[in-house]
């Protein structure tokens, strides 16, 4: 059942503890980290142990939730640094702080650590009684395809009669409670991250499927969960502006496969790996997952993929495929169109023989799963042109679902229209290249707002056209730049003929796009639809 607005929020906040926490449980936990340097009390150095007694509260990493009893983790961020902020939590009465570099000049209890960061997950994680440890984790990492696998790996444990939560892009699911992700975040930070998983575990399900993004990995927020399962989908040029190089955005990805460990007290699974072998970087994320002991099991569409997918059929509502499979074999149809979701199943099918469940539970699983908000969701409204809005916001994603939408519009004597943009503050180096696979695929590419953030909105365009015109757009002509996300829709919708299809890429389930003065609220299916009203098109479905 879906739940209503804040559910999941009210499911979170129970379960946070009630009862206060002595400091040394986590003092001895990142003693056997390697992160404890020392602690500060009062001005002076003294033996961590002698904080052992300090009792805890809450924990917080953002000043303004800091309070009474609390305990504050001073992380150094790109834009604001806590450690600056240590007078006003010592000001609001909190217990004690995570600190890289004492402040001597405060009474407050301040435990060193060689990373604040880390610290911080590991905190999390003992303040909320490790919930990880008590269910079964499945990470699904990758650039394109996380959230889809992750539904669809729901839909095929809980057939198979395992009740399972997610934290992902799109939904958080709570015990029977479903609910829409509000924030741009996959993976949130580590106390929100540990707050659902005890939720997870509070309501009674057995496992959780958890979105692992590269920022979660590189930033530590999933530093202390005990993974069972990883699965790897691809891997493209993505993120660049935190990782800085695509080998560092790869290893942010590996350190997924190596969280893994052979084998761990009340371990529910056995720790078991899932990569792509269609990828070209399969052979890092099998060696991951060799080195740490784990199983491996490929999958793909080549022969030598433990999982095998053939016999490939599709169309703009269905995706039919055969599987070979270690001890399985079938005929799998999906509710779900895009070649590239043959991948997403064959991950999932490989995930099931891995851990042993019913094969024809989990195909049943994922043959009921209707669809995934924002992910090729048609708008039919009478009109006699396609709506496709999709979440595509990378290079590689965007020339696969213009690669599968082309045929179809030209089976119906149309071409492609798209509507996309790029993120602010985000990897500069894709702006040209999506706007060149536009161009590619594209009779008319038009360029609009995606979340400028802090960044020019018109050059962030600038870009991406510069990207379009390399591939023969023409600026006015088949080319439009314009910000206003609404008009650019109207403008794209207005310029569909009888067979085209028109893709709105880049925003899909999100609720807002992001300027610098704040949130602008924002649906991108729900807007089709009204233009397409104006239009003089009635609802169809």
């Not at 059942?1 to 001895?28: C, D, F, I, Q, W």
């Not at 699904?140 to 009669?161: H, I, Q």
């Not at 924002?374 to 994603?397: L, N, T, W």
Request: charged share 20%; net charge negative.
């Amino acid at each position: 059942m879906s739940g209503s607005s804040g559910e999941v929020a009210r499911l979170v906040a129970a379960a946070e503890p009630t009862a206060p926490k002595p400091l040394r449980g986590l003092l001895s936990r990142l003693a056997a980290v390697g992160l404890l340097r020392g602690a500060v009390r009062a001005g002076a150095a003294v033996d961590p142990e002698a904080l052992a007694g300090v009792e805890i509260r809450s924990i917080a990493f953002d000043s303004r939730r800091a309070g009474p009893g609390g305990l504050f983790a001073a992380i150094p961020g790109a834009r604001a640094d806590g450690h600056a902020f240590l007078p006003a939590v010592a000001a609001a009465g909190a217990a004690a702080a995570l600190v890289e570099r004492p402040n001597p000049e405060l009474a407050l209890a301040q435990v060193i650590v060689a990373d604040a960061r880390r610290a911080l997950a590991f905190a999390a994680a003992w303040w909320y009684g490790d919930p990880s440890e008590s269910l079964a984790i499945v990470g699904v990492t990758g650039t394109d395809g996380k959230t889809t696998t992750s539904f669809l790996a729901v839909a095929a444990l809980e057939r198979a009669g395992i009740a399972t939560g997610l934290i992902g892009t799109v939904e958080t699911k709570i015990g029977s409670i479903r609910e829409a992700n509000p924030e741009h975040v996959t993976t949130p930070e580590a106390p929100e991250l540990q707050a659902t998983l005890r939720a997870i575990a509070d309501a009674g399900d057995r496992a959780a499927v958890v979105e692992t993004t590269s920022h979660g990995l590189a930033l530590h927020r999933v530093e202390a969960i005990a993974y069972d399962a990883a699965v790897f989908t691809n891997l493209t040029h993505e993120h660049l502006e935190l990782h800085g190089t695509f080998e560092a955005y790869r290893a942010a990805k590996l350190s997924l496969f190596e969280r893994l460990i052979a084998q761990r007290p009340g371990q529910a699974w056995p720790s078991v790996g899932i990569v792509n072998r269609d990828d070209p970087s399969a052979p890092f994320f099998e060696g991951a997952a060799r080195q740490a002991g784990a199983a491996l099991m490929t999958y793909g569409t080549g022969p030598d993929a433990d999982v095998r997918g053939s016999n490939v059929e599709e169309d703009l509502a269905r995706l039919r495929f055969d599987v070979a499979a270690p001890g399985w074999s079938g005929r799998i149809a999906l509710r779900l169109a895009g070649q590239f979701n043959v991948h997403n199943a064959l991950a999932v099918v490989a995930l099931g023989r891995a851990l042993g469940l019913d094969p024809d539970a989990v195909r049943e699983g994922i043959e009921e799963l209707p669809g995934v908000p924002g992910r090729m969701q048609r708008i039919d409204a009478g009109q006699p042109f396609g709506v496709i809005v999709d979440f595509a916001h990378s290079p590689a994603s965007l020339d696969k679902v213009l690669g599968l939408l082309g045929p179809s519009a030209a089976a119906r004597g149309g071409g492609l229209i798209v509507v996309f943009g790029s993120a602010g503050e985000r990897d500069r180096g894709k702006r040209p290249m999506m706007g060149r696979v536009a161009g590619e695929h594209c009779r008319l590419v038009v360029v609009a707002d995606e979340d400028p953030r802090g960044e020019d909105p018109v050059s962030i365009l600038e870009e991406i056209g510069a990207g379009a015109e390399a591939a023969g757009r023409r600026r006015g002509r088949d080319l439009l730049l314009i910000a206003d996300r609404r008009a650019a829709i109207a403008a794209a919708l207005s310029r569909a003929r009888p067979g085209d299809v028109v893709l709105l890429a880049g925003k899909g389930h999100e609720q807002t796009i992001e300027y610098a003065s704040g949130n602008l609220p924002w649906n991108e299916a729900a807007v089709a639809r009204e233009v397409l009203a104006a239009m003089g098109y009635g609802e169809v479905r």
